[in-house]
């Protein structure tokens, strides 16, 4: 199994930032896309930006210029930095990732997604 665990959310002003973390473990072998969305209350999951294992990036149009999406692939991990916060970038922000990974046994493909990590954005 590959588990990934999110970190850095918290609380923060308006026009303050964040950086999270999201750490993928397990036996992997490799890994594909991986990505962050977020869901605010009362509202449905939405992408906020993806990247692929050899580096490009797309991001939701609202959050072009002020998040930027990084990986490291050594480490299994992926970042997102979120810059100019605004209230309604408040929500739970999940980490995404699918790839590969050997249980012993076989080779085998997963899709997995973090706990969630919330960021509230307030004064």
């Known amino acids: 199994q590959v588990q990934l665990v999110e970190s850095g959310g918290g609380l923060v002003q308006p026009g303050g930032s964040l950086r999270l973390s999201c750490a993928a473990s397990?036996?992997?072998?490799?890994?594909?896309?991986m990505g962050w969305y977020r869901q605010a209350p009362g509202k449905q999951r939405e992408l906020v930006a993806v990247?692929?294992?050899?580096?490009?990036?797309n991001y939701a149009d609202s959050m072009k210029g002020r998040f930027t999406i990084s990986r490291d692939n050594a480490k299994n991990t992926v970042y997102l930095q979120m810059n100019s916060l605004k209230p309604e970038d408040t929500a739970v922000y999940y980490c995404?990732?699918?790839?590969?990974?050997?249980?012993?046994?076989?080779?085998?493909?997963?899709?997995?997604w973090g706990q969630g990590t919330q960021v509230t954005v307030s004064s």
């Open positions: 995404n990732a699918g790839g590969r990974y050997y249980d012993g046994n076989h080779f085998r493909s997963f899709g997995s």
């Open positions: 397990g036996r992997i072998v490799s890994l594909y896309d």
């Open positions: 990247i692929t294992s050899g580096g490009n990036t």
